[in-house]
């Protein structure tokens, strides 16, 4: 099965297993660990809701605090506000930026472009790679929340919530990793590519936590990936084709626009 897969992909998944399983690990044992802690939170219901309360509006507003104590609101803010997110960011503005600045900075770009393929398929067959490494850790992480909120006794969460969450960070990340491989391969220059996609990302995770607090802000709330992601409260309200579609579009453009980027590009190394 594998000999029949182009060997850019079997390559890149070989050049991100190591990263891939590390990245895994993490997010499993995160995920565990807070589920953990959520049995304490339920015995003392009114106690930590009491404190919840008491915390500045601004704070609640930012990390989606209200109903803490239910199992929808506890996972929402202490994994899906910002904790995930920002792993599933941070893998695609990896992967995304390396693509193919990594291989201009090793020196390796003129050998790779040798092979008897279009520069598209060389883009492509990594971006399969790339894809699909990052739908293996949405289906981890699916898994693991399923198991942790049967073991935490979370019956108010949903398998179908959890799908819906787990699938919208993965698209998230897809948007930055598209931000990544489209500067990388228009720069050559991996630092420039993170950079770039982590400073967007911050701007959206900002304006997608201050929105509800400023009224100035609020209209632009539409147009940040974060508010596509996860605006729709997932984990109570299942599926937002639209919010879905927006990522998955705003993804497939930055990565059509990374094709012809690269395409221009005089790789000199």
């Not at 919530?161 to 931000?179: E, K, P, R, T």
């Not at 304006?207 to 209209?219: A, D, T």
């Given at each position: 099965?594998?000999?029949?897969?182009?060997?850019?992909?079997?390559?890149?998944?070989?050049?991100?297993?190591?990263?891939?399983?590390?990245?895994?690990?993490?997010?499993?044992?995160?995920?565990?660990?807070?589920?953990?802690?959520?049995?304490?939170?339920?015995?003392?219901?009114?106690?930590?809701?009491?404190?919840?309360?008491?915390?500045?509006?601004?704070?609640?507003?930012?990390?989606?605090?209200?109903?803490?104590?239910?199992?929808?609101?506890?996972?929402?803010?202490?994994?899906?506000?910002?904790?995930?997110?920002?792993?599933?960011?941070?893998?695609?503005?990896?992967?995304?930026?390396?693509?193919?600045?990594?291989?201009?900075?090793?020196?390796?770009?003129?050998?790779?472009?040798?092979?008897?393929?279009?520069?598209?398929?060389?883009?492509?067959?990594?971006?399969?790679?790339?894809?699909?490494?990052?739908?293996?850790?949405?289906?981890?992480?699916?898994?693991?929340?399923?198991?942790?909120?049967?073991?935490?006794?979370?019956?108010?969460?949903?398998?179908?919530?959890?799908?819906?969450?787990?699938?919208?960070?993965?698209?998230?990340?897809?948007?930055?990793?598209?931000?990544?491989?489209?500067?990388?391969?228009?720069?050559?220059?991996?630092?420039?590519?993170?950079?770039?996609?982590?400073?967007?990302?911050?701007?959206?995770?900002?304006?997608?936590?201050?929105?509800?607090?400023v009224h100035g802000l609020r209209p632009w709330l539409?147009?940040?990936?974060?508010?596509?992601?996860?605006?729709?409260?997932?984990?109570?309200?299942?599926?937002?084709?639209?919010?879905l579609a927006l990522l998955?579009?705003?993804?497939?453009?930055?990565?059509?626009?990374?094709?012809?980027?690269?395409?221009?590009?005089?790789?000199?190394?």
């Amino acid at each position: 099965m594998v000999a029949l897969l182009p060997a850019l992909t079997v390559k890149t998944w070989r050049d991100h297993w190591r990263a891939l399983l590390g990245w895994s690990a993490g997010l499993a044992a995160l995920s565990a660990m807070e589920l953990s802690v959520y049995p304490s939170v339920r015995s003392t219901a009114a106690g930590a809701g009491q404190f919840v309360n008491s915390l500045p509006e601004a704070l609640k507003t930012m990390f989606r605090m209200s109903d803490y104590t239910s199992g929808p609101g506890f996972i929402g803010a202490e994994l899906f506000s910002f904790t995930i997110p920002l792993v599933f960011i941070a893998v695609g503005t990896s992967f995304g930026s390396g693509a193919t600045a990594l291989e201009e900075e090793r020196g390796t770009a003129d050998l790779l472009l040798t092979l008897p393929i279009t520069r598209s398929r060389v883009l492509l067959e990594k971006l399969v790679a790339l894809l699909s490494d990052m739908l293996v850790l949405g289906l981890l992480l699916w898994l693991v929340l399923l198991v942790g909120v049967h073991a935490a006794g979370m019956s108010d969460v949903g398998g179908g919530g959890l799908a819906v969450a787990s699938l919208s960070s993965v698209l998230l990340g897809w948007v930055y990793a598209g931000v990544g491989l489209l500067v990388g391969a228009w720069s050559g220059k991996r630092s420039i590519a993170v950079g770039t996609a982590v400073t967007l990302a911050i701007a959206a995770f900002v304006l997608y936590s201050l929105g509800p607090l400023v009224h100035g802000l609020r209209p632009w709330l539409r147009v940040t990936p974060f508010q596509w992601a996860f605006g729709n409260d997932p984990l109570r309200n299942g599926l937002s084709v639209g919010y879905l579609a927006l990522l998955l579009a705003t993804s497939v453009v930055f990565f059509g626009l990374s094709v012809l980027a690269f395409n221009r590009r005089d790789i000199t190394a």
